[in-house]
Each structure stands twice: as structure tokens, then as C-alpha cells.
């Protein structure tokens, strides 16, 4: 059971916009940045959204974040082939005093 | 560019201790700004943050593993290691070593992970 909720699957077909919610806490989300990761299969999970909203260099303005209150989610317009992937959230907790993540979403293009 | 590269036994006995190290290449794991952490993921499932440590030896540990999990740092040779005490198939996942940084749960660097196998 992970402190983070996601939801275990979501589609697309390409060149839609898809989006993917990530529930947490007070002592979480409610209080610190969210993250996310997207995980191809068989490789490390890559950093795809910091500090909420922010993209790093090489992530494409296809991918996006917003956060309010206890929940966050990430959107992919113009949804590619490539998109498909596992996704994660993650945020600081307060309680634990370290890293809590979400269960993961699968991607599926359809 | 800053590499992490994990590395330890593929194979551990049930409630023998996993032993693993991080080697960190391309910068200094004395940084002031970051963390350096154990994340795993039991195959088929999410990520588990593990604990971290900072150059200086202060250490954070995930309160459901804290009793079994020890992480210690050489900065002479750029490594930080993991070990988890009493392992069970529970234990089975690809471990992760990762850059964190301070006080978040930025991660913009991740070794490619390997795989522990608890199993007689």
C-alpha cells in the first residue's frame, strides 16, 4: 500500500491528452513538492516533472504539472508511442521525514 | 557527467544480510547539496524508498525497514553501501542507488539497478 494514491492504469491514442492524478496528505503533497518519474520497461525511473511543475532540460513541453492542495497530477498532450510507460509521483513526508512515493500508473498507447 | 554504478551479490540467502555499494564517478560525493539514497522495486511493483545518507554520515532510514537497514559512506572512494539484515523473499527487488536532493525527493540521478534474489 503506498502513501501516495495513483491510479494503476490509464490510455490514450496518439495525439491525445492524458492525465494522471496523484492523492496524497498534509504531511506530503500538502506540504512539499511533488515529482514524477516515468519508467520505461527495464531501465531506472528518469525524472520527468520537479518542484511540481517544473520540466528538466530534455523533458518536452508535452509533459506538464500542477498541484493543489493534497493532489497533483501530470498531463501528456499530444500523447505519443513512446509515452508508454510506467509514471510515478513522489513527495517529501514530513511524518517520515523522507521520500514517499505513488503505485505507479501504466501508460498504455493505444 | 555523474554516474552511480550499483554492485553486490544477485543471490542472498534467506536471513543472511544483503550487502550492496554505490560507486559514484564523474563528481564528488561530498556535495553539500545532495543526499545519496537506496530506493528498491520488488519486481512488478512501485518504488520504496530505503534511506539515505549525506557526505557527512548522517543517515535517514525508511521507519518500516529502520531495524534491519544500515548505509555508510566512503568518501575516500566515492562509494555509500547499503546493508539489510535479515532478508526475506519480501526482500526480492532491483535496488536502486540514487542522487537526492536535499530535503526532496528530486532524483536526477539513478544507477541502472540490480537485481537481489532472496532464495535457498
Known amino acids: 500500500q503506498s502513501v501516495l494514491t495513483q491510479p494503476p492504469s490509464a490510455s490514450g491514442t496518439p495525439g491525445q491528452r492524458v492525465s494522471i492524478s496523484c492523492s496524497g496528505s498534509?504531511?506530503?503533497?500538502?506540504?512539499?513538492?511533488v515529482n514524477w518519474y516515468q519508467q520505461l520497461p527495464g531501465t531506472a525511473p528518469k525524472l520527468l516533472i520537479y518542484?511540481?511543475?517544473q520540466r528538466p532540460s530534455g523533458v518536452p513541453d508535452r509533459f506538464s504539472g500542477s498541484k493543489s492542495g493534497t493532489s497533483a497530477s501530470l498531463a501528456i498532450s499530444g500523447l505519443q508511442s513512446e509515452d508508454e510507460a510506467d509514471y510515478y509521483c513522489a513527495a517529501w513526508d514530513d511524518s517520515l521525514n523522507g521520500p514517499v512515493f505513488g503505485g505507479g500508473t501504466k501508460l498504455t498507447v493505444l | 557527467q555523474l554516474q552511480l554504478q550499483e554492485s553486490g551479490p544477485g543471490l542472498v540467502k534467506p536471513s543472511e544480510t544483503l550487502s550492496l555499494t554505490c560507486t559514484v564517478s564523474?563528481?564528488?560525493?561530498?556535495?553539500?547539496?545532495?543526499?545519496w539514497g537506496w530506493i528498491r522495486q520488488p519486481p512488478g511493483k512501485g518504488l520504496e524508498w530505503i534511506g539515505s545518507?549525506?557526505?557527512?554520515?548522517?543517515?535517514y532510514y525508511n521507519p518500516s525497514l529502520k531495524s534491519r537497514v544500515t548505509i555508510s559512506v566512503d568518501t575516500s572512494k566515492n562509494q555509500f553501501s547499503l546493508k539489510l539484515s535479515s532478508v526475506t523473499a519480501a526482500d526480492t527487488a532491483v535496488y536502486y542507488c540514487?542522487?537526492?536532493?536535499?530535503?526532496?525527493?528530486?532524483?536526477?540521478?539513478w544507477g541502472q539497478g540490480t537485481l537481489v534474489t532472496v532464495s535457498s
Open positions: 498534509r504531511s506530503n503533497i500538502g506540504s512539499n513538492a
Open positions: 540514487a542522487r537526492l536532493l536535499l530535503g526532496s525527493t528530486r532524483i536526477d540521478y
Open positions: 518542484s511540481n511543475n
Open positions: 564523474g563528481d564528488s560525493i561530498s556535495s553539500s547539496s545532495y543526499y
Open positions: 545518507i549525506y557526505y557527512s554520515g548522517s543517515t
